[in-house]
């Protein structure tokens, strides 16, 4: 079973607006944690930003923002204030911390356009 | 500081080739990893080490074989290169699995394409 699901293939944002990148994830361990990757044109993974399963807040990083919604297994990544060197691939993945390894399960992604 | 670094960044082969990638990473993290990255299916994990002389598979392993002889030092190899191994490699490390923050740091990646 799929254990971490974007359903958003593509996503089209204006310069300074907000937007939403939905990610939800499945798993029986009550230990987890779920990051946020990016990815621009020239290939490589930038860490963006980490949520543990048991932070009581959500997390943020600068415009980034994580809307934890655990009873929903979601974990979106908000943008705020979208600037064109946002158009980029993000992943969403998750490690479950009980498995003995902290293997990432990335999610198939989805692609963010920034307009002017 | 490099960080984590790939060579080489492209490569062309033809079916039964081998060949092998290179992965070094400077910050002295114990543990490393093999992704593989094709469209439409995020990220897989090849192998992966959690130290020097230590190497285990993950979820692709079959075609690949790993070796990591130096901390610092992760190769993955391709005995008898396929048209399913085209894909683009990346190489992650992190520094310890105890630690619920301690995120994995991904090298540019190599880009394999097998004929």
């Known amino acids: 079973a799929q254990k971490i699901t974007q359903t958003q293939p593509g996503m089209f944002v204006q310069e300074k607006e907000a937007v939403t990148l939905d990610c939800t994830y499945d798993?029986?361990?009550?230990?987890?944690?779920l990051f946020w990757y990016k990815q621009p044109s020239s290939g490589e993974m930038i860490f963006l930003i980490y949520q543990g399963s048991y932070d009581q807040q959500n997390a943020t990083e600068g415009r980034y923002s994580l809307n934890f919604q655990k009873a929903r297994k979601s974990a979106n990544l908000v943008i705020s204030a979208s600037q064109l060197g946002d158009s980029a691939m993000y992943f969403c993945?998750?490690?479950?911390?009980?498995?003995?390894?902290?293997?990432?399960?990335f999610g198939t992604g989805t692609r963010l356009l920034v307009s002017p | 500081n490099a960080g984590v670094t790939q060579t080489p960044k492209f490569r062309v082969l033809k079916t039964g080739q081998s060949m092998t990638l290179l992965c070094a990473q400077d910050m002295n993290h114990e543990y490393m990893y093999w992704y593989r990255q094709d469209p439409g299916m995020g990220l897989r994990l090849i192998h992966y080490s959690v130290g020097e002389g230590t190497t285990a598979k993950g979820e692709v392993p079959d075609g690949y074989n790993v070796s990591r002889l130096k901390k610092q030092n992760f190769l993955l190899g391709l005995e008898s290169a396929a048209p399913s191994q085209t894909s683009v490699y990346f190489c992650?490390?992190?520094?310890?699995?105890?630690?619920?923050?301690?995120?994995?740091?991904f090298g540019p990646g190599t880009r394999l394409t097998v004929l």
């Open positions: 798993t029986s361990d009550p230990s987890y944690g």
């Open positions: 993945a998750m490690r479950e911390m009980n498995t003995g390894f902290q293997k990432l399960v």
């Open positions: 992650a490390s992190s520094s310890s699995w105890t630690g619920s923050t301690d995120t994995q740091y």
